[in-house]
């Protein structure tokens, strides 16, 4: 089972540069299914309404019913006061798994990170090259689990990098993802350092291609269990730690290349929708 830890869907309103304009879903799944990629953890774009983006990004990935999981995004400041009624909200109508904060917004509050515990869901954190935050973060919330996406920074600093890979293998309750890492030897030094157990694939889509991004994780030359959690196990184990009441996580294998372990199958559900579009756009 492929999973990708980190992708975007949906309209931004601010309109200043592409991650705060559009993240066009098609695009990703044409590409996403060439790649072979089961299922994916979809979040909004920069938004001035976190609440209505949110809102939007439930409705969109609804259309495809076992290929997406959505995860809440909360700007820490402005929502402060409203952001356990706002990931509750999406919980209950959208069934979402998890939290996003990103620190060009604002960092986690104590309010982001008790919304977490209360409803058991990971929280993805860009420290934005601020890696020092995290050290802030795990102790105090030892029963939350924190993804830190890029290895800790997008713009290759590796001062960040090192510190991050440093902090997985210390905390039990931090993971990275390796969406957008460039400087290929920090994947090798955080699989030798922390292990497979603390990485997943993600590929910071649509901005960029999850193909490439998926091979990337390949060439590390895994052994076959170790290349399973880092490609879909171990997001798979954080997204069951699920609120109470929610459903099981259901997924149906999307593409050809179906990767798995016997110890991170899931159980069979819904038909994967890609269906839905329209066979003439899977081109790359």
């Not at 992708?7 to 540069?17: I, V």
């Not at 590796?158 to 890979?165: G, L, R, T």
């Not at 603390?198 to 490439?212: A, E, I, Q, R, V």
């Not at 819904?270 to 839905?276: C, F």
Request: proline share 8%; with cysteine.
């Amino acid at each position: 089972m492929i999973v990708d830890c980190h992708c975007h869907a949906g309209k931004g309103d601010r309109m200043t540069a592409p991650w705060n304009t559009i993240a066009p879903i098609k695009s990703y799944l044409r590409r996403a299914r060439a790649a072979g990629i089961d299922m994916t953890i979809a979040i909004p774009p920069f938004h001035s309404n976190y609440d209505q983006a949110n809102d939007e990004l439930g409705q969109l990935i609804a259309k495809y019913p076992g290929r997406f999981v959505g995860f809440a995004f909360v700007h820490a400041i402005r929502d402060a006061g409203h952001i356990r009624e706002m990931v509750g909200r999406a919980v209950k109508k959208w069934r979402f798994r998890g939290i996003k904060v990103h620190g060009f917004d604002a960092m986690p509050t104590r309010e982001v990170c008790e919304a977490a515990r209360r409803f058991r869901l990971p929280m993805l954190v860009d420290v934005v090259s601020r890696p020092e935050v995290v050290d802030m973060l795990a102790p105090q919330y030892p029963d939350v689990n924190f993804i830190i996406p890029h290895l800790g920074s997008y713009t290759d600093d590796w001062k960040a990098h090192q510190q991050v890979i440093y902090q997985i293998a210390r905390y039990p309750n931090v993971y990275a993802d390796t969406s957008a890492v460039r400087q290929f030897d920090y994947l090798v030094q955080a699989i030798k350092r922390a292990g497979p157990r603390k990485l997943l694939f993600g590929s910071d889509g649509p901005w960029t291609h999850p193909g490439l991004e998926l091979h990337k994780i390949r060439l590390l030359g895994l052994p076959p269990d170790q290349q399973a959690m880092v490609l879909g196990g171990n997001a798979l184990r954080l997204l069951r730690r699920t609120a109470s009441g929610q459903e099981p996580l259901k997924v149906t294998p999307s593409g050809k290349h179906h990767e798995t372990s016997r110890s991170e199958a899931v159980a069979p559900g819904p038909r994967d929708s890609l269906s839905q579009v329209p066979e003439s756009e899977y081109h790359l």
